[in-house]
Every structure is written in structure tokens, then in C-alpha cells.
């Protein structure tokens, strides 16, 4: 079983930038396609990006297409979701969890983290 911790959530303006952080423990999730979900309140919640177990492969919400990057550093067992020129609707807690396909649904992950908040001004 993997353990997910996200950080680096906060509050910044509209037009600034952000980094996530997805760091797991109890066992290497070098094999794992790892994506990153976002949630509002009484929403559902939504994929964001998903990066490959290799790293070469990812996929990206339309809406967030040019200003997020999604990488990993395998050998220190973290994933990264860079957020720049972020807007107010990217307000939400975002979720990383790990996978064994590349999915853009909630069900095709099978470890979730806790979630970071993060909240953008206008």
C-alpha cells in the first residue's frame, strides 16, 4: 500500500504561480501513474493532469492546458503539478493519487492523499 501526502497549497493571487507537491511513502510508486484531481466544495471531484509511470506520457484537463506541467522525480518518490498564471476558478483542494492507467476518472485510482487547498484572488 502506498501513503500520499500532498503540500504546497496556500493563497495567491490571479496571475501567480504555485507548486504542488505529491510525496508518497510505504513502498516506491515508481510503477504507478499518478494524477492529480481538484474538488470544490459540493462538487464532484475532477481530474486535473495524470503523468505516466515512466514520466513520458501525461494528459491534461483542458483547462488548465499551457499553464500547469505535471513531472516526478522517481528516484525521490515525488510528484510535482506546477501551477502557473493561475485563475480564481482553479480554487479548490487538489487531490494526487496513484493509479495503474492512465485515467481521467476518480475510479481508476486506487490511492488518494489528503488534499491541499489551494485559493486564488482576484
Known amino acids: 500500500q502506498v501513503h500520499l501526502v500532498e503540500s504546497g497549497g496556500g493563497s495567491v493571487q490571479a496571475g501567480g504561480s504555485l507548486r504542488l507537491s505529491c510525496i508518497a511513502s510505504?513502498?516506491?510508486?515508481?510503477?504507478?501513474?499518478v494524477g492529480w484531481f481538484r474538488q470544490d466544495p459540493g462538487k464532484e471531484r475532477v481530474f486535473v493532469t495524470a503523468i505516466s509511470a515512466s514520466g513520458d506520457l501525461t494528459d491534461y484537463a483542458d483547462s488548465v492546458k499551457g499553464r500547469f506541467t505535471v513531472s516526478r522525480d522517481t528516484a525521490k518518490n515525488i510528484v510535482y503539478l506546477q501551477m502557473n498564471s493561475l485563475k480564481p476558478e482553479d480554487t479548490a483542494v487538489y487531490y494526487c493519487a496513484a493509479g495503474t492507467h492512465l485515467g481521467v476518472w476518480v475510479r481508476d485510482y486506487d490511492y488518494w492523499g489528503q488534499g491541499t487547498q489551494v485559493t486564488v484572488s482576484s
Open positions: 510505504g513502498r516506491t510508486f515508481g510503477r504507478d501513474v
